[in-house]
């Protein structure tokens, strides 16, 4: 997939970038004195969009411009190869949906009435759209029915470096749709797991609780629901090392998982159980028969062989 420029519209342009500007540049008489186009650099930048840049053309002319009135050269350059947003609105790729599961509370066995359903899956774009100038998104999203599906290769890659939400996919037991190319993947998911749960997850909740911690200082308050994800992660993580299987339904801890989503468990009560749970994880990392590291070969011939199969027209 085509690496892009990455650009937020609303970022300062910085000092000594070089634009493009979106409009003819005028002078005295009603004269055009560099035309709409030209390249100029970025010598002054404001503190917000309200105000001009100041730019200065080859020639030495300096001049005020709007945000609106000038793009990076680069952008302006890269126009739209490698934009697959282009193909996204040409083609229906959740036609290519090769894999759908349901993820969240409804998986955890965590749902109430108020829980919502969110879908997540893979899809293998067609031959023509992969090998298309301008690629194809690494993720569809549909906010309004909570859908989001991977690209093929984009979710092996999450699941080699062992994303939790990836691997969630690979091991929920409410799974939709499942093409015979799913179903070889989903016979092979052990093949990525590693001893990389250790850092991912435990490395995961650590940076998420000294966060907690720093708003409950500043704050007097934290997120209970995230509090109870970070826990059912840490409890997801040490039977993965222990066996080989990431287990998704926590019905053993659910009272417990509730009771600190509704914020019924006291701060210090649920601190002392992710301490706990994070010494039982030391113990089950120094312990665990998981490889060093995923097996990247099978992974990588998976995504051969489906881009292969994708060659044949038919949905593998």
């Given at each position: 997939?085509?690496?892009?420029?990455?650009?937020?519209?609303?970022?300062?342009?910085?000092?000594?970038?070089?634009?493009?500007?979106?409009?003819?540049?005028?002078?005295?008489?009603?004269?055009?004195?560099?035309?709409?186009?030209?390249?100029?650099?970025?010598?002054?930048?404001?503190?917000?969009?309200?105000?001009?840049?100041?730019?200065?053309?080859?020639?030495?002319?300096?001049?005020?411009?709007?945000?609106?009135?000038?793009?990076?050269?680069?952008?302006?350059?890269?126009?739209?190869?490698?934009?697959?947003?282009?193909?996204?609105?040409?083609?229906?790729?959740?036609?290519?949906?090769?894999?759908?599961?349901?993820?969240?509370?409804?998986?955890?066995?965590?749902?109430?009435?108020?829980?919502?359903?969110?879908?997540?899956?893979?899809?293998?774009?067609?031959?023509?759209?992969?090998?298309?100038?301008?690629?194809?998104?690494e993720q569809l999203e549909?906010?309004?029915?909570?859908?989001?599906?991977?690209?093929?290769?984009?979710?092996?890659?999450?699941?080699?470096?062992?994303?939790?939400?990836?691997?969630?996919?690979?091991?929920?037991?409410?799974?939709?749709?499942?093409?015979?190319?799913?179903?070889?993947?989903?016979?092979?998911?052990?093949?990525?797991?590693?001893?990389?749960?250790?850092?991912?997850?435990?490395?995961?909740?650590?940076?998420?609780?000294?966060?907690?911690?720093?708003?409950?200082?500043?704050?007097?308050?934290?997120?209970?629901?995230h509090v109870m994800h970070?826990?059912?992660?840490?409890?997801?993580?040490?039977?993965?090392?222990?066996?080989?299987?990431?287990?998704?339904?926590?019905?053993?801890?659910?009272?417990?998982?509730?009771?600190?989503?509704?914020?019924?468990?006291?701060?210090?009560?649920?601190?002392?159980?992710?301490?706990?749970?994070?010494?039982?994880?030391?113990?089950?990392?120094?312990?665990?028969?998981?490889?060093?590291?995923?097996?990247?070969?099978?992974?990588?011939?998976?995504?051969?062989?489906?881009?292969?199969?994708?060659?044949?027209?038919?949905?593998?």
């Amino acid at each position: 997939m085509p690496d892009r420029v990455h650009f937020h519209p609303d970022l300062i342009v910085s000092l000594g970038t070089q634009v493009v500007t979106l409009i003819d540049i005028p002078g005295a008489g009603g004269l055009v004195l560099h035309p709409r186009g030209a390249v100029g650099v970025v010598v002054k930048a404001p503190t917000d969009h309200e105000h001009s840049y100041r730019v200065r053309f080859a020639d030495g002319l300096e001049t005020p411009l709007k945000r609106n009135e000038i793009t990076m050269l680069a952008l302006f350059k890269e126009g739209a190869i490698g934009d697959s947003g282009v193909l996204a609105a040409r083609t229906d790729l959740y036609e290519r949906v090769i894999y759908r599961c349901v993820i969240g509370s409804q998986a955890y066995g965590l749902a109430d009435s108020e829980s919502d359903v969110d879908r997540r899956g893979i899809y293998l774009p067609a031959p023509e759209q992969h090998w298309s100038l301008y690629g194809v998104p690494e993720q569809l999203e549909n906010d309004a029915t909570q859908e989001a599906y991977w690209e093929l290769q984009k979710f092996l890659v999450l699941a080699l470096k062992a994303n939790p939400n990836i691997l969630e996919c690979l091991y929920s037991p409410l799974v939709e749709k499942a093409t015979p190319l799913a179903e070889e993947l989903l016979a092979m998911r052990s093949a990525f797991l590693s001893r990389v749960v250790y850092q991912t997850f435990n490395g995961y909740v650590l940076s998420q609780f000294k966060k907690m911690q720093a708003d409950l200082r500043n704050q007097g308050a934290v997120k209970w629901k995230h509090v109870m994800h970070l826990i059912r992660l840490l409890i997801s993580g040490i039977q993965a090392l222990r066996h080989g299987f990431v287990p998704v339904r926590v019905d053993e801890h659910r009272e417990r998982l509730l009771a600190i989503r509704r914020g019924q468990a006291p701060w210090e009560e649920t601190e002392k159980w992710r301490l706990a749970l994070h010494a039982e994880f030391e113990r089950a990392f120094a312990a665990t028969a998981l490889p060093e590291r995923p097996d990247y070969e099978a992974a990588n011939a998976f995504l051969i062989k489906a881009r292969r199969r994708a060659v044949s027209g038919e949905m593998p």
